[in-house]
Structures are given as C-alpha cells and as structure tokens.
Nanobody, 126 residues
Framework: EQFVEESGGGSVQAGGSLRLSCSVA????????MGWFRQAPGKEREGVAQ???????SYADSVKGRFTISQDSTKKTLYLQMKNLKPEDTAMYYC????????????????????WGQGTQVTVSS
C-alpha cells in the first residue's frame, strides 16, 4: 500500500474548481506537517500550501484567496480546494508529509518534506 496517495486531479476551464485529496497511511502521529506542491513542465517544484496538526496553514502568494488547505486529522486525509483556477495553475500536484513529530517550518520548502505521493495532474484551459 502506498504511503501517500493523491486523487482528484482533472481538467477544467479557467474559473473552475477542483478538490484534491491525499490519504496518508501508517502515520499514527499527532504532531505533523503536511503540504501540497506542484510542478509544471520545465519548472521547479514549488510549495502551494501547508498545514500542521494545530491547523496552522500557510499559502504561496500565487494561490492565496483561491486555494484552501484542510485536513481530517482522524483519517490522516489532506485536502486542497482550488477555486477560480487559472491556466498557470496547470501542473502535477503532489502531496507531501514531513518527518513525524515535526511541525511546519516558515515557508513551504520541499526540503522540509520527506514523504511524497506520485502526483495528480491538474490542467486548466483558457
């Protein structure tokens, strides 16, 4: 069974919405940091949003006001609600989990995350 697994990607027109989900297995810790990243072709993987076990969240400036990260801590499931999608949001989206018992650091840095899903594609057409 995959440790981190995303779902919910797809194709939408600009202005549309999508909701991504991420299930995290075999991770029985009460203190953690989980996040969403994305990578467009030819670009670096960038942080989108992160949330810790205390429900403290942060976002990249490019998605503030449009994306919302949330979680079901009892199910260790992470969500990313994306609204008002733009063509520049097109990318492979990855769910990531930091080492256990470590909260989120300032900034959404991929180097702070140790476990990754295989990604789910989001395509936004104009």
């Amino acid at each position: 069974e995959q440790f981190v697994e995303e779902s919910g990607g797809g194709s939408v027109q600009a202005g549309g919405s999508l909701r991504l989900s991420c299930s995290v297995a075999r991770y029985p810790y009460d203190k953690y940091c989980m996040g969403w990243f994305r990578q467009a072709p030819g670009k670096e993987r960038e942080g989108v949003a992160q949330i810790d076990s205390d429900e403290t969240s942060s976002y990249a400036d490019s998605v503030k006001g449009r994306f919302t990260i949330s979680q079901d801590s009892t199910k260790k499931t992470l969500y990313l609600q994306m609204k008002n999608l733009k063509p520049e949001d097109t990318a492979m989206y990855y769910c990531a989990v930091a080492l256990p018992l470590v909260g989120c650091y300032a900034g959404i840095d991929r180097l702070d995350f140790s476990y990754w899903g295989q990604g789910t594609q989001v395509t936004v057409s104009s």
